[in-house]
């Protein structure tokens, strides 16, 4: 899934230190099959040279308002008609300042003052510059007169200073600008993701878990965050980077999971139970570690608290989604899950341990729906088939909403 497949997006770079990385910015943008076109300072040129914007971008790469040939004096004007969103990274102080004040004196100014479309600012300078009472006011002016900021990250930066001023990582940049493009049809909608394994310890170094990444639940996560929800990430031990946006409470066992769980679930909308969770715990924790010995160890196992069966229980209005990861009998196995917890949808996969599944970046699902009917989908990636899956979710809520009111 491309949201910005064919759309017409500018970057538009000015002079700091961080124009390397809107190269890459600009490798990622191309990647998402988008048109990309750039727009360069006369300072950023010092930092990177334009062939290097003209390759990666396919398009020439304006950078004075009375470059020679191609109607060039006019070219801001035609850009910022077609544009569908515009990105400066980095934004200095001084571009800041010229937006903020209705400056148009070259390129990049004048293209920003005729664009209609979204406009993701990302600063990225010294930190005193940054905290500086007038940077801040001009940052204050763009948040309202509509320009949507993309606040810097913190850390060394490259005059040797540390602290916040550093321009986010392209990726960070490039989820935003997918964010702004995304349609808000999740709007005013609470969300509840569970995502991740869960560890159960039998002594202090050692538990019993899967191998869930938690990719499926962050992707999950982010999509709804994109299309406008206000969302909740309960996610079990991974290595990835909450999604932005997202508040997310991290857990540990199962009892950990369920805690936060039940403590928010009252405000959510909907729920989405994606999270791998143990179903059986050590009935006793070494309190200290356990030496290994000649012969077998017995562990004993009991039943963890099932958070989707108690879900279920108590699932009021709410729309319930469950996953099930199968090894066989795929679709006995969802449709008596679907069942017994009272879900109006489940999306389970075979583990195939190669495309499907844990730690993968694809997955091969089937919807199966409380109303007997089923989705069989073929194999992508993460992200399309968390947005797929909102798809159905709204088609459900919708569908409720009908019988509510006959």
């Known amino acids: 899934m491309r949201h910005l497949k064919d759309k017409n997006i500018v970057l538009g770079v000015s002079g700091g230190i961080a124009a390397y990385k809107g190269a890459e910015l600009l490798r990622l943008i191309k990647k998402e099959e988008a048109v990309a076109r750039v727009i360069m300072t006369a300072n950023a040129t010092s930092f990177v ?197 997202v508040k997310t409470i991290t857990t540990e066992s199962a009892e950990d999971m369920a805690a936060a769980v039940f403590d928010h679930v009252k405000n959510a909308d909907i729920v989405i139970k994606a999270a791998a969770v143990s179903d059986y715990r050590p009935k006793d924790v070494a309190k200290q570690k356990i030496k290994k010995g000649e012969e077998e160890t017995l562990l004993v196992l009991k039943k963890s608290e099932d958070i989707l069966l108690k879900l279920g229980k108590n699932k009021e209005s709410r729309i319930l989604v469950g996953f ?40 091969k699902v089937t919807l199966f729906f409380r109303n007997g009917d089923k989705e069989v989908l073929p194999l992508m990636d993460k992200e399309s088939v968390a947005h797929i899956l909102l798809d159905r979710i709204l088609e459900i809520n919708a569908g409720n909403s009908l019988e509510r009111n006959l």
């Open 324 to 363: 099930a990861a199968e090894t066989e009998n795929l679709e006995n196995n969802a449709r008596e899950k679907l069942i017994k917890k009272n879900l109006d949808m489940i999306v389970a996969n075979l583990l195939d341990g190669k495309y499907s599944g844990f730690g993968t970046e694809t997955n």
């Open 49 to 245: 040279g334009p062939l290097t914007f003209e390759a990666l971008s396919g398009n020439p790469v304006c950078t004075s308002l009375f470059e020679k040939g191609g109607n060039a004096s006019i070219r801001h004007i035609e850009w910022a008609k077609e544009a569908d969103a515009v990105v400066v990274a980095p934004a200095t102080a001084n571009i800041i300042g010229k937006i903020a004040c209705g400056i148009a004196d070259d390129a990049l100014s004048t293209f920003l003052l005729a664009v209609k479309s979204p406009v993701l600012i990302c600063p990225s300078m010294n930190t005193n510059m940054y905290e500086k009472v007038s940077v801040k006011r001009n940052i204050d002016i763009l948040k309202k007169d509509g320009y949507l900021i993309v606040e810097p990250d913190a850390g060394e930066l490259a005059c040797g200073t540390t602290g916040q001023g550093r321009l986010p990582e392209p990726e960070n940049i490039l989820d935003r600008l997918v964010s702004c493009l995304t349609p808000k049809d999740y709007k005013g909608k609470r969300v509840l993701v569970t995502a991740g394994s869960t560890r159960e310890h039998f002594d202090p170094v050692r538990y019993i878990g899967n191998p869930s990444s938690g990719k499926m639940g962050y992707a999950v996560a982010r999509a709804a965050e994109h299309r406008g929800a206000e969302v909740l990430l309960v996610s079990g031990p991974t290595n990835l980077k909450p999604p932005a946006n």
